[in-house]
């Protein structure tokens, strides 16, 4: 942690002396992204039983935020640019809550805000008299969660069904590493985070321009561990005639479920060349 700390304090400082430096630009962006692994969210007012083996498990929907990005050019001849910057990320997520004859209960919305800090190289090729420019680059991520843990909790209620009353713990946990003990299949422990980017951007003045590009942003993660009670109200009984519970992973060293996202973004904004 007290390396990741390192590289975010030496990017910001970097940005600060080359601010002003000629040949460069500040690069401000909103981006909207869908995850690589998408499933459409499916109702339980749909009435349909769903595959436990596909559908279990936490769900990604989309992310969104913004980025600035500051470019200095290194290398006049071939155009390439050393980059810095930072991102605010906004990412929501759900978790079917099944019950063992698969029907689904509630969709459990899951939140997750973290900024980033980046520096990579990207290389620009300049179109019409530098009226339209393409750049293109690689950058590496080091993200830091906004909350280290946000749990979801509720006592007994009744969803859809005016049979089927359940209640609910959620814990998701940021910016840490769970091992599992093998339990089910886990994501590593080191990787790294990458982002490539393709942007066009269109001249509007003499030192503006409009971007317009796409992004592929990886290993976005986190964990969690999930546990439920549901109660059953069969043939109109005012007591329960049935229940089950769910426990999770139960391990020596706490273990916790994985989820690990790709996203591909759409992104707009301004760029300034100084």
């Keep these: 942690m007290k390396h990741n ?4 304090l030496f990017t910001i400082g970097t940005f600060c002396t080359q601010l002003y430096s000629q040949k460069s630009e500040i690069q ?10 998408n499933l459409k969210e499916i109702s339980p007012y749909s009435g349909k039983n769903i595959n436990q083996y596909k559908n279990r498990g936490v769900k990604p929907l989309y992310d969104n935020g913004l980025t600035l990005n500051y470019k200095y050019q290194i290398w006049e001849r071939i155009k390439l640019f050393a980059n810095i ?17 698969e029907r689904l209960l ?4 899951i939140s997750d805000s973290r900024v980033g800090f980046y520096f990579g190289l990207s290389k620009q090729i300049h179109l019409y008299d530098s009226k339209v420019i393409v750049d293109f680059g690689i ?8 909350s280290k843990q946000v749990d979801y909790k509720t006592d007994y209620h009744y969803g859809i069904q005016n049979w ?9 946990h940021f910016g840490e590493y769970y091992p599992n003990d093998g339990t089910i299949e886990n994501i590593p422990s080191f990787y790294l985070n990458l982002d490539y980017n393709l942007n066009l951007k269109f001249k509007l003045s003499k030192k503006m321009f409009l971007n317009l590009g796409f992004n592929y942003s990886r290993n976005n993660h986190f964990f969690y561990d999930f546990k ?17 519970d769910y426990y999770g992973l139960v391990g020596s060293n706490n273990p916790k479920f994985p989820v690990k996202n790709h ?3 759409i992104n707009t904004g301004i760029t300034f060349k100084f």
């Design 228 to 244: 439920y009670s549901i109660l059953y109200y069969e043939n109109g009984s005012n007591t329960p005639t049935n229940s089950f």
């Design 85 to 101: 910057g930072m991102e605010m990320s906004k990412s929501k997520h759900y978790l079917p809550l099944i019950d063992p004859s």
């Design 164 to 172: 089927i009353e359940y209640k609910y713990e959620l814990n998701t």
């Design 28 to 37: 401000f962006n909103y981006r909207f992204g869908y995850p690589t692994n």
């Design 5 to 8: 700390i390192f590289i975010s």
């Design 263 to 265: 996203y591909f973004y």
């Design 106 to 109: 509630e969709n459990i919305e």
């Design 139 to 146: 950058q590496f991520v080091d993200r830091y969660p906004l």
